[in-house]
Structures are given as structure tokens and as C-alpha cells.
């Protein structure tokens, strides 16, 4: 076994998607705990059919370059859904629905009207699943993630005891002449970026579980903001690589075994919060 | 000079007032108690005090050194924070954030800031313990220690007993009594609890239908005053 992944470690595609993996699990859970906890879960997935949207219009048009026309979309559709969180009369959760499905349909629509390539299913299929698109990184993808992903590593360390106490209170925040407002635009923008990024390469099922999974299962078993952070950014990581490496193993999808082995940390987290009582 | 005068005050939603002409003044020191039935616009007018909306119409204007946002507040539990999980200390902390500005960290001033309003809400044993696990009483002192740490002249409480055990209630009316006497800090509490009130405020304020602003000794002898305080004594007994 080591023999084949020594073998597989010698061509680039094994060592890009390893390293864009891990840095797109660890930007993705930084900010999970605070989602999960605005009761943001679904952020993801309504985000990357946004992505999806607004990426069937932009192969309509003939853009050159689509990221430009993507990134913009997303995240006004970001800052929209994260504003409309607190007092509004859709509330959170069927903002996210509607935007998501509504998307995802007008998205699929349009591609099918205008057929552009000649395997739409196909496209589509890989668009929301990824199935493919982490093993074709091309080396200029992996240096836009690692930049990316430092950036949102530093901002996050910079503004995260702003973080904690919008999240925690965001009205004792605003009271207290905290600017929450500013830092709701930040997380929904950094989250935007994390989507768009991380949706061409690993696909926008993958996203929802990084954001999701890693945080849940360290809330499961710890008690204060910071260690679950760190937790959920190990825990996120660790089964992401352990994921691609099986995949690249056993010939599974990526996606869906990354998806596999968080379900499984879940699980374990979960045991673990019942043995220590919490 | 008075630390928070409103001036011919209506607020309300959207533009549409539910109260309207509201005069009065808070002064250093006071313990200034809100009362009224349920939707009178307690909360509505706790959150204009606080500036989270703006009044329909007139103004708020502080005095004696009272910035803004030098209030301290303590709302009511959120179902969000019920499972929140988070240290005690982490949440204390979280009340010097308007000191910091911009500066990305709490400096040595804040954190021994953040250990002296533990200590004074007797919760610094607790100072590792997760939020969502301590007792109702517990997690309304640690709320309030993170309104000390936000304020040091007026807080605001919006019903904070409401939830506690009867126990629980004297002990945090004790502790707020003991801010006021002691530390000079004016309370401004929102309470449906009137018995309460006029044991221990010093002003009242009763909204609703009518309105009606002044001492307590004032207000036990007007007639609103008295047929509120007298079912609330009913009640008691």
C-alpha cells in the first residue's frame, strides 16, 4: 500500500489535489462553527447553486472569464441572505431555500435552452458533485487556493474575537457600539469567496459538508468557542486528506468519500460527547 | 445633568408609533424602573435606548459624560445561546470588544477588567465552565458581568429574573440593588414584576394606555399607581 501511494505521490494531480483539499477544509470550517451556530447551515449549498446560477448565465453570454461574473453574484447573494438573518419577514432558513432551488432550476434551465456543450447532464453532474474536477487542478487553481486560503486564515485570526461576539450576541454587540453590522458583511463575503473557489474545485456537495460536518462533530464534544475552532479546523483537515487519499486508493469519488469519513468523525465525535456526558 | 433625557419620544415599527410623546430623565445613580402589560413597547422602547432602532419621532440625548454606547446591557436569553458553546470567560471577555476599536486582540487592561467583573458575579470559579451548562441563575450572573465589563455608569436590563426560580430572583435583585448602592451604577430595568419594582426602584416609569413618569412614592400615590401596584401586592399574598 505505501509502495502505490509513493507511487501516486510522483505525479503533480495526487499532490495539487492534497494540498487544495486540505487548505479549502481548513478556510471552510474556520467559519463553519460561526455558520452553524447563526443557524447558517445551509449557507453553502444555497451559495455553490448560486455559483451554479450565475455560471450557466455566464457560458450563455460568452463570457471570457466567468470568475468574474460568478464571484460578484455570489456574494450580493451572500451579504442578502446573511442581512436578512435577524428581523425580516422570510426568515433564514427559507431565504436560503428559495434562493437555492430558485437558482438551481432558472441555472439548469438556461444551460438546457441554450445547450452549450454536448454532455449536459454530464456537466452538471460534475458542477454539483465534483466528481472529477479536484484530480485536473491545474497549477495556477492551486496557487489561487493557497493565496486565497492565507488570506481568509489571516482575517480571520485578525477579526475573531469580533466574530465570537457578533455571533454569540449580536444585539449586545450593536448596543454596545460593536460595528456587527460590518462584521456580518465580512463573514458573508469571506464566505462567498470560500464557495466560489472551492466550488470549481471540489464541487458544491463537498463545501456544504466541510462547512457543516467538521463543526458539529467538535461541538459535540467541546466546551469553549476557541477549542472547538480548533478542533473543527484539525478534525476538518485530517478527514479531508484521510478522504482523498482513500479515494485515490479505493477509486472512489472524491467528494462523497471526504463526505463518508466526516459522517464517520461525526459519529465517533458524537459517541465520545455521550461517554463524557456533555 | 441628567445621563439620559428623551424628548418628546415615539417609537414604534416602521414608522408607525405605538407610543407616543414620551419626556423624561434619567440621572446618575437612579434606579429607574420600566413597567407596563405585555406589548405595551417595554422592549421597544430598551431597544431605542440602545440605539438598535431609530424613534419614529423626537431625541435621545445623553449627558454627564454618557457616550452611546457606554451602556451596558443584559437582554434576555437567546435560543441561539442556549447551546452556544462557549467558556464563561470567552463570553465576559466578549464585553470589552467595544474598547478594542479596531485593535484585533484584548489587551492585559481588559482581560483584568473581564477578572474583576467575575469576581464581583462570584463566577470566577466557573471561569472554564461551558455557557450552555450552568444553571439559569449562573448564566444570567455571567451576562451580567459581560455588561460590566461593557459599561461602567448605566445598565439596562431587560426582565432579568424572568425564568428564575423565586431563590434565584432575590439573589439577582440583590446583586442589582448592591450595583446601585454600592457602585453607584444607574439601573434602568425593564420588569413586569411591580411588586418588585416599587420595593426597590427609585423612578418609575409605567407605559401603556396612560403614562405615567416619576418617583416611586410619587407614583404608589397616583391612581394608575395604585391600582397596579394594589393587584400586584394582591397577587403576592
Known amino acids: ?278 | 445633568m441628567a445621563q439620559i433625557i428623551c424628548q418628546n419620544l415615539s417609537l414604534g415599527y416602521d414608522g408607525k408609533a405605538i407610543l407616543q410623546d414620551l419626556n423624561f430623565s434619567i440621572h446618575a445613580g437612579d434606579y429607574f424602573c420600566i413597567v407596563g402589560e405585555n406589548g405595551s413597547g417595554k422592549s421597544t422602547l430598551m431597544k431605542t435606548l440602545l440605539h438598535l432602532q431609530p424613534p419614529v419621532s423626537g431625541k435621545i440625548l445623553t449627558g454627564d459624560g454618557l457616550k452611546p454606547n457606554e451602556i451596558g446591557y443584559l437582554p434576555q436569553q437567546t435560543q441561539v445561546q442556549r447551546d452556544f458553546p462557549a467558556s464563561v470567560r470567552e463570553i465576559v471577555l466578549s464585553g470589552c470588544q467595544n474598547r478594542c476599536g479596531f485593535r484585533p486582540f484584548y489587551s492585559k487592561a481588559e482581560k483584568r477588567l473581564t477578572a474583576g467583573a467575575m469576581e464581583k458575579m462570584q463566577i470566577s470559579h466557573l471561569s472554564k465552565s461551558c455557557y450552555r451548562e450552568l444553571s439559569g441563575g449562573q448564566q444570567q450572573r455571567v451576562l451580567l458581568a459581560r455588561a460590566l465589563c461593557a459599561a461602567r455608569k448605566v445598565l439596562l436590563l431587560d426582565e432579568p429574573v424572568s425564568g428564575l426560580d423565586p431563590k434565584v430572583t432575590a439573589e439577582m435583585y440583590r446583586i442589582i440593588e448592591e450595583l446601585n448602592k454600592k457602585d453607584g451604577m444607574t439601573i434602568i430595568m425593564i420588569s413586569h414584576d411591580i411588586a418588585a419594582a416599587v420595593t426597590f426602584a427609585s423612578h418609575i416609569l409605567h407605559i401603556g394606555q396612560s403614562v405615567f413618569f416619576g418617583t416611586k412614592q410619587e407614583y404608589l400615590q397616583s391612581s394608575i399607581g395604585k391600582s397596579f401596584a394594589g393587584t400586584a401586592g394582591g397577587e403576592q399574598k
Not at chain 1, 419577514?89 to 438551481?104: N, Q, R, T
Request: a positive charge; glycine letters at 8%.
Open chain 1, 1 to 278: 500500500m505505501i509502495e502505490k501511494l509513493a507511487f501516486y505521490f510522483q505525479y503533480p494531480f495526487v499532490r495539487y489535489a492534497l494540498v487544495v483539499g486540505a487548505l479549502i477544509a481548513l478556510c471552510s470550517s474556520l467559519l463553519g462553527v460561526t455558520l452553524v451556530l447563526k443557524r447558517f447551515s445551509f449557507i453553502g449549498d444555497g451559495l455553490s447553486h448560486v455559483a451554479f446560477g450565475a455560471m450557466a448565465v455566464a457560458a450563455i453570454l460568452n463570457f471570457t472569464d466567468d470568475m468574474l461574473f460568478i464571484l460578484p453574484v455570489t456574494v450580493i447573494c451572500a451579504i442578502l441572505l446573511l442581512r436578512t438573518g435577524q428581523n425580516t419577514k422570510i426568515k433564514g432558513d427559507a431565504a436560503i431555500a428559495m434562493i437555492s432551488v430558485g437558482a438551481l432550476a432558472v441555472g439548469y434551465l438556461l444551460m438546457n435552452i441554450f445547450s452549450t456543450g454536448p454532455n449536459l447532464s454530464g456537466d452538471v453532474c460534475s458542477t454539483l458533485f465534483g466528481s472529477t474536477s479536484i484530480l485536473t487542478l491545474t497549477k495556477s487553481e492551486v496557487w489561487l487556493c493557497t493565496v486565497l486560503s492565507i488570506i481568509v486564515v489571516i482575517l480571520f485570526l485578525l477579526f475573531y474575537n469580533k466574530i465570537f461576539a457578533v455571533t454569540f450576541d449580536e444585539n449586545f454587540a450593536k448596543a454596545t457600539g460593536t460595528r456587527a453590522d460590518l462584521f456580518n458583511l465580512l463573514i458573508a463575503v469571506i464566505i462567498a469567496f470560500i464557495i466560489v473557489v472551492a466550488m470549481n474545485l471540489v464541487g458544491s456537495l463537498l463545501i456544504s459538508a466541510l462547512v457543516i460536518f467538521p463543526a458539529l462533530s467538535a461541538m459535540r464534544t467541546f466546551k469553549s468557542f476557541f477549542s472547538v475552532t480548533i478542533c473543527s479546523a484539525v478534525l476538518s483537515v485530517v478527514c479531508a486528506l484521510a478522504g482523498i487519499l482513500i479515494s485515490i486508493l479505493a477509486g472512489t469519488p472524491v467528494g462523497s468519500t471526504i463526505v463518508a469519513i466526516d459522517i464517520i468523525a461525526f459519529g465517533i465525535a458524537y459517541l465520545i460527547g455521550r461517554v463524557l456526558g456533555r
